[in-house]
């Protein structure tokens, strides 16, 4: 598989969505669903990590194809509202660059 930027991940799934009628969902509806595939994310995470194996009758899911259905949504919310995800992305880089510059620990420094 190649790799795609998100530039590419939104057009492929603006192609995708714009052979529909119905196109996006309104944003209220979008952060509902995106809230469902968070706990879905959440439910998975809990069976493989935490105190909650799943049951018998229970079908198989995985962390990858949860977090692939938040990284869809999300670009159909992005996408529904004009927002450019690379533009997001850097913005977002730059805040924790400058403001968590010196929140963390680094690896590899003599401060250890």
Known sequence: MTERSLKELQAEVDQYISQFKEGYFSPLSMLARMSEEVGELARE????????????????????????????????????????????????MHKFRTRDANRWTKLNTDNE
């Open 45 to 92: 995470v809990n069976h493989q990590f935490g105190e909650k194996p799943k049951k018998p009758t229970e079908e198989d899911n995985s962390i990858e194809l949860e977090l692939g259905d938040i990284l869809f949504i999300t670009i159909c919310f992005a996408n529904s509202l004009g927002i450019d995800l690379t533009e997001a992305h850097d913005k977002i």
